[in-house]
């Protein structure tokens, strides 16, 4: 290999006791005792592009240096070419803006590349470095998904915990404002457009025939995969009964906008009319009949109030209400 190597988050050789010691280069070829390699990079890596191109086929290349991912599973070149998507559960960042993984599996070597950091791979590396190595790439594989699911799962969980007291405010309370109905939806659409792919890529692993994943394993596989549809299931019933809540709440709200609407129009037909009397009466002009007497003023209080009477009377015959 020409040029300087890149710089590596970690890596590591892991042994046939089930050990593993830190990678000394980033050589894709392992040591001869040892059972596999594992590389783990940052996309932001600037001699990362150079490596690849020269120490990996041409399809896992360009798969690793993808500016933009969906998830998938390629058998290709007597190795593997994944691309998953995971929770976004750093600072200051949302859910939702799932991050990527990419690896290049074989049965001697792992290589991994992330853009942003990923704590499921956190996780795998303390379980390393504490003596609990995956004994094959297969079962590192199948560690990495399960770090993965076991977060989606967990975020599904809230989602629908979420749903639930949503539901519980509406129905049971009649609370007709939920200002976090919107960012929720907005939520499972998102969650539901990442995890739907990732859901099919691992059914797509858990079937696929190839060297890399022992017969023995693919239950396991099968069993994360049905996890994760059972997650894409949980988000899209949460979507089904979010868009339920908003249909109710907008024609809740709008009963209400429309009986405070037929109350005030009562209220305008019946004093229409007196308005109407309390302007023609209030012109200053010569010749108004009661100018000269006493209690015009009240005569005139006492007709509008039987006027009013009289329209409400009216009105309930007509059956306005």
Known sequence: MTGPAPSRICGFDIW?????????????????????????????EPELARWCATQLPPMAARS??????????????????????GINLNEGAELTDMVSLRMWVTPRLVVTVRRMRMFAMDDLRHDIESGDAPAIPARMI????????????????????QADRMEE??????????????????TVIKLRRHIGPLSDAL??????????I??????RLRDTANRVTRSVEEV????????????????????RLGRNGYVLSVIAAIFLPLGF??????????????????????????????LALAIYLLLRWIRWF
């Open 16 to 44: 046939t006791d089930g050990t593993a010691t830190s990678a000394p280069d980033t050589s894709v070829v392992a040591p001869e005792n040892a059972v596999y390699r594992w590389l783990h990079f940052d996309l932001a």
């Open 64 to 85: 690793l240096l993808a500016a933009k991912t969906r998830p998938r599973v390629d058998d290709q070149d007597n190795g593997l070419v994944l691309t998953l998507r």
């Open 142 to 161: 199948a560690r990495i998904i399960e770090n993965i699911v076991d977060r989606i799962e967990t975020v599904s969980v809230n989602l629908e915990e």
């Open 169 to 186: 405010l509406v129905y049971d309370q009649h609370v007709l404002q939920l200002p976090e109905l919107a960012p929720l939806h907005r």
């Open 203 to 212: 059914d797509g692993l858990a079937r696929m025939n190839t060297q890399v």
């Open 214 to 219: 022992p017969p023995e394993l693919r239950h």
């Open 236 to 255: 899209v019933e949460v979507r089904d009964r979010v868009q339920t809540l908003t249909s109710h709440l907008d024609l809740a709200n709008s009963a």
């Open 277 to 306: 009397l309390t302007g023609l009466f209030g012109v200053n002009v010569a010749g108004l009949p009661g100018t000269a007497y006493p209690h015009a003023f009240a005569v005139l209080c006492g007709a509008m109030v039987v």
